[in-house]
Structure formats: C-alpha cells, structure tokens
C-alpha cells in the first residue's frame, strides 16, 4: 500500500517516475478523508494547497531538479506560521488568526517541493503531554483507540503512525517531539537547540522551544532534518552552522560505542514493561559490541521543578501579545482593561492560565531570585554535568517516556502525573543538546521508546547512532494496522 512506504521509499519512487507527486498526495489525502474522524489528528486539512504544490513538485521531478524529498507529503503542527492558512495553536484565543507568512521551516518545505497535507493537532499552546488540552479536539492513539498520543506534537505523532503522512514536524520544549514519538512507536528528533530556525514558530518558550521531526525510520527524518535545518538570519537564536547533513548516516558503528546509563533516568517510576524492553534493548546494543555504563547525574532529579519554573515564565512573557487586539478574536468588556482581562480569560485554556499564573509570580518582584534565578542555577548544574558525561561518553541512553500509552482522562485529575513524564526529554531542552526517540519494543502490545542524546552540535553522531540502533533493533519499525 502505498501510503504504508516510508519518505524515502517514496521519494525514490517519485524520482525513478514509479509515482507521481499528486497521485502520492491524493492517497494520503483520501486516506486522512477516511481515517482521521476516528483519529483527530488533524485540525485543518489544505487538499487545495496540497494539490497544487504536488503539481509545483511535479514540474521540479520533470526538470530534473527535485531534491531528496520532493513529493513527499507532510504535516504541520498548527503552532507554526503558514501564510494564508489559519494557524491556531489549538487555542479559542488564535480561532481564525491567519498569519501573512511562512515559518522559515515552512518556505523550507515549500522550495523543496514537500506538500503540506495540514495542521495537525496539538495541546494548546504546545503545554501539555497528552494533546487533550485542546481547546477543539482529542487525539487518540492509533494503537489503541483508547489512550493518549503522547504530547504536545501527539497529532503529528499519530499521523505518521496511521500513515496518515509519510512525515511531520512538531516542536519540543520539554520533549513534546519525543515523548508522543515514543508513545506511537515512530521516531522522532529534536536537534541541538539553535540549529533548526524558530522564526514563524509561536513561541511557549523561547530558550528551550526547538522545531523536529516525525518519520516511520532514522533514515526519514535525517534526510527531513537536512532540509529544515541550518543558519537564519531571522532568527536571532539561529546558530551559524550548516545544515545538519545526512550523507554519513549509514557510516557509523556500534563497535566500541560508549553508552552512559544515567541511574536517575531509570527510576522506580518507570513502568516494569518499560524497563523490560529497553534491558532487552541493552543486551542486544551489547552483543553489537556496544559498552554500557551505569552513571549518575544527580541534578536530573531538580529536572521538573526546574523546567516548570522556566517554561512558564518564558511562557507568561511571551503570551503576553495575545490580548484580542492584534490576533484572533475579541471580547467585550468594559475599557481597553476590561477587553484584555475577558480576552484572555476566555480565550485560554485551564492549562495554559495556570502556566501563565505560574510564570508570572517567578518573575515577580520579591520572587524572582528565590524561583527564577534558582531554577537558572540549577540548569547550569544540570548541563556541566552533561558536559562532564560527554567529554566520557560518546551518548546517553535512556526510556523516553517512564510509562507506555495511557488511557484518555486517566490521568486528567493528577496533573503532576502527567508532568512527569518528561522526566527522561527535559534534560535535552535544559542543556540544548540533540536527542532522538525510536522505538524498541513493545509491552501489552504498545510501543516503547528508546532515547539516546548526545553532545550539543553532535546531531550528524547522534543519528549515525540511531540509525545503528534501528537496524540491531526487531522491532523498530513495526507499525500499527490501522483501517
């Protein structure tokens, strides 16, 4: 089937003119058609759009000029600026915002010929690890209908594991791209903070938001990685490198890899299926000649305090702009006062006011120190220790997510549960460094994530790993059979 091939697969195809580019995006496009009432993957689908930058990818094919991916369809997280096309955020707040321009990402996949298929569905405002905090929909999770995606990017997770896009892309803050990767048995990559542009993506917050990828294989989302990556000079946390290059992928070993086992990161909150499947994953890496460490990096543990000190108030300053003057709609109320305060107070979701509550009051006079700056210092711990790690280790491995696929609403009432399953992704957001999630197995028929991260600046190493990892690993690419 053909929307069952990975990016690359298909790619090949398009250019060996096996398949054409429109008839590669009207399969996927009949496909969410069918499939994703039952799914909620999607917030808005641009069959129009689609089609004609199919036709535009056609013509680069014909002429010789097509690139590794074109014709290849994907999807976007609808927290990333596509000019003419609403981009919500999943907020009431953004309801019928249509930016006049393209995220850098997004006229990246434009000129590559990439198709956009649409807007996927994520948690408002990317705060959350289930995508039910919506304010339009829920997403499900297309091994069991029943549980969560994972979150905040779970649309554009569960849209590659239904084969609803070859490809997607989602951004991660405290690992909104890993962990519901893990959680639909795709793999998903977040790159070294700064090499993949954040202009045109609406910010949560603005030091540890970075753009990645979603694919069916290692391969996928390398070549995707290549695309959107590299120095931009709209954006002033861009750094100065090229794009993270794919052309080595297949070059690296296992052979004498040396792989740190942080204890911190295998604690008793991981689910005993969890930590079956990722030891069988360890024994099979050390047949492969892999050597294996256990370390300890004792700051790990301040890991969630931290980040939900710093990400909220990054992210209270920079929800600040949406008061219904300049975006989306707006309230009735009395004055200019009376208009922002209902606003936003019907605008935002639950999660989202209590973020901005949180951050507001770290940042406030009198707190600031005792929160903010603290939280700051210890972030600096936290990355002097990875440092100290690297300068032994060539990667750290880890469980992406402490516990498989959950049920919807069953950890509704129990915030702080659902906090803590970053408690393995937020180290890469604090220190910058690159990190990657692929699955390694499965427990009760779910899939189970296996991360690995390395050195800031080590993205080309970190993949080369992960393609290594992908191919000892069974079960690595099984998919779910979803009709």
């Not at 120095?231 to 002033?236: I, K, N, R, Y």
């Not at 880890?398 to 609403?409: D, E, I, N, W």
């Amino acid at each position: 089937m053909l929307t069952e091939l990975t990016a690359v697969e298909l790619a090949s195809r398009i250019a060996k003119r096996e398949l054409g580019c429109v008839e590669v995006t009207e399969a996927f496009l009949d496909r969410i058609d069918s499939l994703d009432s039952k799914l909620g993957c999607f917030l808005s689908v641009t069959r129009t759009e689609a089609t004609e930058q199919a036709q535009f990818a056609q013509t680069l094919v014909d002429e010789g000029k097509g690139g590794p991916l074109t014709g290849v369809p994907i999807a976007l997280k609808d927290n990333l600026s596509t000019d003419g096309i609403e981009t919500t955020c999943a907020s009431k707040i953004l309801k019928g915002y249509v930016p006049p321009f393209d995220a850098t990402v997004v006229s990246k996949l434009k000129q590559a010929g990439l198709p956009i298929l649409g807007k996927a569905n994520l948690d408002e405002f990317a705060m959350g690890t289930s995508t039910e905090n919506s304010a339009f929909q829920v997403t499900r999770n297309p091994w069991d209908l029943a549980r969560s995606p994972g979150g905040s990017s779970g649309g554009s997770a569960a849209a590659v594991a239904a084969d609803l896009a070859p490809l997607s892309l989602g951004s991660d803050t405290g690992g909104s791209v890993r962990q519901p990767a893990a959680l639909c048995g795709v793999v998903g990559f977040k790159p070294t903070y700064g090499r993949c542009s954040r202009y045109g993506l609406i910010a949560f917050g603005s030091s540890l938001d970075q753009i990645g990828p979603f694919g069916k294989t290692v391969e996928d989302v390398a070549v995707l990685s290549e695309a959107i990556t590299g120095h931009d000079p709209m954006d002033g946390t861009s750094l100065k490198h090229s794009p993270i290059l794919s052309a080595d992928l297949k070059s690296g070993s296992l052979k004498g890899l040396k792989v740190a086992l942080p204890k911190e990161l295998f604690g008793d909150g991981t689910d005993p299926g969890v930590a079956a499947q990722i030891q069988a994953a360890i024994d099979v890496l050390a047949k492969e000649g892999a050597e294996f460490t256990e370390v300890s990096l004792p700051s790990v543990k301040f890991g969630v305090t931290t980040y939900y000190i710093i990400a909220p108030a990054e992210a209270s300053s920079n929800l600040a702009r949406f008061d219904g003057v300049r975006f989306g709609p707006r309230s009735d109320g009395k004055g200019h006062i009376g208009v922002v305060e209902r606003t936003r107070s019907e605008g935002f979701g639950h999660e989202v006011k209590t973020r901005i509550m949180i951050g507001t009051y770290a940042l406030s006079a009198g707190y600031y120190d005792a929160y903010y700056v603290r939280a700051q210092r210890v972030r600096a711990m936290m990355q002097q220790e990875f440092n100290r790690t690297f300068r032994e280790f060539d990667v750290v491995l880890s469980p992406t997510s402490p516990v498989p696929a959950f049920k919807l609403g069953e950890l509704h009432e129990d915030p702080m549960a659902l906090k803590l399953l970053d408690y393995c992704t937020i180290p890469a957001n604090m220190g910058g460094m690159p990190g990657i999630s692929l699955n390694c197995g499965f427990t009760e028929g779910l899939p189970v994530g296996l991360q690995l991260m390395t050195a800031p600046l080590q993205d080309e190493k970190l993949l080369q790993i992960a393609f290594c990892v992908e191919q000892a690993l069974p079960t690595a690419t099984r998919r779910p059979s979803f009709s």
